[in-house]
């Protein structure tokens, strides 16, 4: 469903190819149940990009942590071609390659599916960052052989396809990242040093390893922060998200978007 290559970071994630591009309005026919004979065909041997939304709520649908979430079940590859890293959900080692969450009925976290899962047979990129424009996304449609759906009646468009699937609301919770890895920081061909790739991958997607940061260090002791906000943080993991989006465009890219205290530990502003 997505390709982890790619050049610079809001670069498109996907091998566009010969895929035909969709305007917003603009239709094509899909439909998938299990009694397509190329039902779950889609669900194997793939490289399915996680978003940071994706691998929290499969941990806490998995009754996992996020840090076991990542470790049993994700891969990180790395390349020159990577400014950023990726989380890649982690085929069974079978011949077959199966998603380790495909099961004989279908798919058993169908309610929290990854992004790019619900988007299928689209496909969304975004273009690299440029000063003054704020990067619009470019919608794709596959057309694979294997798929029997594309044969359908059922019609959409790009948005309501996008609305069906919960994408929209989605998207929504997930904007701050966005606007990370399309910043205007990465024009020119900027790189992150290892610590800032750590920095960005901890936020992102460990978050139990975030919030350990937050409430087990001097990190509280650093910044003012409304009082109901570090509250929500505690037990709202969507919260702690959204600020850990905040959060980076400060540590990463010295927006002054958050307050240090006058009185803060001396041992560093983003430690």
Known sequence: MSDPKTNEPGGLPYALGDKRKLTGDEKFCFGCHKDLACFTKCCADVNILLTPLDVLRLSRKTNMTTTDFLNQHTLTPMTKELKLPVVVLKMRSEDDKKCPF????????????????????????????????????????????????????NEWTVDSWRKNQSVVEREKIEAGHAGIVTHPW?????????????????????????????????????????DDLVEQMRTNDEALLQFAFRWLRFALFGEPIMTVREDAPATGRNQ
């Not at 290892?194 to 992102?204: G, N, Q, S």
């Open 102 to 153: 495909l099961g004989e009925q279908g798919c058993s976290v169908y309610d929290e599916r990854p992004w790019s899962c619900r988007m299928y047979p689209l496909g969304m990129g975004l273009p690299p960052a440029r000063a003054g424009e704020e990067p619009k996304p470019i919608y794709f449609l596959f057309e694979d052989d294997f798929c029997e759906g594309t044969k359908e009646s």
């Open 186 to 226: 990465f024009i020119g061909g900027r790189q992150f040093d290892l610590k800032r790739m750590d920095m960005y991958y901890t936020a992102c997607y460990d978050l139990d390893a975030f919030r350990r940061f937050v409430f087990d260090t001097t990190f509280l002791k650093r910044f003012e922060l409304e």
